[in-house]
């Protein structure tokens, strides 16, 4: 085939070079989308899996936490019904001992009871002058003077 012959052939099928190029350009084009489309759905599934793990960890965290605040109410209830028997049976002890002899004389009626600022003004209200030890009263000095 000459030189002549052969750009007689090409100008008979020119419009095939083109056609021949877009071809091959689909086909790598559609191996890179394959290849890409796998890539994206592994990286989906790996993602799917990691929130799934992720979900079933806040889950049992909340779990966990809810059984930690259970356990916890049931021991305050415990305890706290384990002090009540204490307090029933300490208001008993004085209750007993306050209608003995022993427990009349020092346990004061509700008559008797003084109200806690009666006591204060009358505590404060006494001005008793000397010390209960000594016969005199300290001398009043001058505080910035220290003899």
């Known amino acids: 085939m000459t030189a002549a012959g052969a750009l007689a052939l090409l100008r008979r099928f020119w ?9 091959a350009a689909l086909l790598i084009t559609r191996e890179t989308l394959a290849d890409r489309t796998a890539t994206l759905e592994a990286e989906r599934t790996a993602w799917t899996a990691e929130i799934e793990r992720a979900e079933r960890q806040r889950a049992d965290i909340e779990r966990q936490h809810a059984d930690r605040i259970t356990q916890a109410t049931a021991t305050y209830a415990d305890r706290l019904a384990s002090r009540q028997p204490i307090i029933i049976r300490s208001t008993d002890t004085v209750r007993t ?4 002899d022993a427990g009349r004389a020092r346990c004061l009626g509700p ?14 209200s006494e001005d008793t002058g000397a010390s209960a030890r000594g016969a005199d009263a300290l001398p009043a000095g001058d505080a910035d003077d220290p003899g």
């Not at 095939?16 to 190029?21: E, N």
């Not at 001992?97 to 003995?100: D, K, L």
């Not at 008797?112 to 006591?119: K, Q």
């Open 97 to 100: 001992y306050a209608q003995t």
């Open 111 to 124: 008559d008797r009871v003084r109200g806690i600022a009666e006591d204060r003004a009358a505590l404060h």
């Open 15 to 23: 419009w095939a070079i083109p056609i021949i190029g877009l071809a």
